[in-house]
């Protein structure tokens, strides 16, 4: 079998535009290469009023946020966490490093995220009995798509349990015109190079909480207090991000909403150039707010397409084109499997059907044909 000479396509590439390089070179110019400088403030001033956030903090990466989200909302050693059990292994890695033990919930179909009925469910099943509660829950918005927040905050806001929002693939998403990350206590954004900007790599935390802000600064600059030489009273971390790419995330953050339309236009065309083969149905959007369509993703019901999930890949392989399965839930992970989990099979049945297709935002009109073709190629019932 021979692949396709033609180049290859990506999942979701970087998608660098012309500003960025005015503020790397700008942080060049003045020598503010490092570690702090006015990109970060700049950047995280920006951030804060994209979102909507009363304060935001810049990190080496999303996992970096998550860990110190997790430490500023009172995780500790032995406690248990709620997370989504359909996402990245960030979240999930994250409750460990703070020596959390983390415990799965199923997703609802209409978002693919966090089942607010399961985890209501849960709590009140574990209240009832006298079960331990978790000391807190993270909600991801898988391929940017908002969760479904209004009822997770009410449950966990019954039992006083707070809510850590794991917005790393989901920058630009609303729930009810507001943006993801700001509806919990804290929330993380991620700007590693495959989401819909990127600063190479990096994080932003961002909360309502001035205090909790303040700390996770601190935290972050190796807990240093307040005093000409290093003192430190506690254990930190140097988690901050550097100026350098603070100015490429400057320079992204100005075109973020259109990113965000390009990317619902590619959703577009994949739904009118697929939708009509058997078997196939795309992510829904909820109803409840903006999909950012980070990520096409469609599942392939192989009775009806013809050929399964993992063979549609292999063909879109073949002629160059990389896709790759839906997230593999945490509850079927090795490195999880004495974990809990609440329900199950919603994630298990998204990961054996799920494909995510190239949602790059610089793809050109014969890209996308490339992409269509190659998925139509692999459906017999389109051959026959
Ligand atoms: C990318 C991602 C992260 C981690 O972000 P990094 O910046 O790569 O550390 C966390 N959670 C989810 C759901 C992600 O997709």
């Not at 790397?24 to 003045?30: G, K, L, M, W």
């Not at 990466?61 to 960030?90: K, R, Y």
């Not at 033990?101 to 399961?118: G, V």
């Not at 790759?324 to 989990?341: E, L, N, T, Y």
């Amino acid at each position: 079998m021979s692949s396709d000479s033609r180049s290859r396509i990506y999942l979701s590439p970087p998608h660098i535009g012309s500003a960025e390089r005015d503020f790397v070179t700008e942080a060049f110019d003045s020598n503010w290469i490092a570690p702090l400088g006015p990109n970060v403030d700049a950047f995280e001033d920006e951030i804060a009023e994209y979102a909507n956030a009363a304060s935001a903090v810049a990190l080496s990466s999303g996992t970096a946020g998550l860990h110190l989200a997790l430490l500023l909302a009172g995780v500790e050693p032995g406690d248990l966490v709620f997370g989504s059990d359909l996402t990245f292994v960030a979240s999930a890695n994250a409750v460990v490093y703070v020596g959390g033990e983390p415990a799965f919930i199923d997703s609802e179909r209409t978002s693919w995220n966090l089942d607010p009925d399961l985890l209501a469910e849960e709590l009140r099943r574990r209240a009832g009995s006298g079960q331990r509660l978790p000391a807190a829950v993270v909600v991801v918005h898988v391929f940017g798509q908002p969760a479904n927040m209004g009822p997770i905050l009410e449950i966990c806001s019954e039992y006083g349990i707070p809510v850590i929002e794991d917005a790393a693939e989901a920058l630009g998403a609303t729930y009810e015109g507001r943006s993801v990350g700001t509806l919990g206590l804290l929330g993380v954004f991620s700007f590693n190079g495959n989401k819909i900007i990127t600063t190479s790599g990096g994080g932003m935390l961002v909360t309502a909480d001035q205090d909790l802000a303040a700390r996770a600064r601190k935290l972050a600059t190796q807990a240093r207090e307040d005093a000409p030489h290093y003192e430190h009273a506690e254990v930190g971390y140097n988690y901050r991000m550097s100026n350098v790419l603070a100015g490429i995330g400057r320079g992204q953050l100005r075109v973020l909403d259109e990113r965000i339309a390009v990317r619902r236009r590619i959703f577009d065309y994949y739904m009118k150039h697929l939708g009509d083969l058997p078997g196939i149905r795309f992510m829904p959007e909820a109803p409840w707010g903006q999909h950012t369509r980070w990520l096409t993703t469609l599942l392939i019901d192989p009775d009806e397409f013809g050929s399964d999930r993992e063979q549609v890949r292999l063909g879109l392989e073949q002629q160059n084109v990389e896709a790759r399965p839906v997230w593999k839930p945490m509850h079927m992970q090795p490195v999880f499997d004495s974990c809990a989990c609440v329900g199950g099979s919603v994630c298990e049945e998204l990961f054996e059907l799920g494909l995510c297709l190239p949602s790059g935002s610089a793809m050109s009109h014969t890209d996308l044909e490339r992409v269509v073709g190659a998925v139509r190629a692999a459906c017999p019932a389109v051959l026959a």
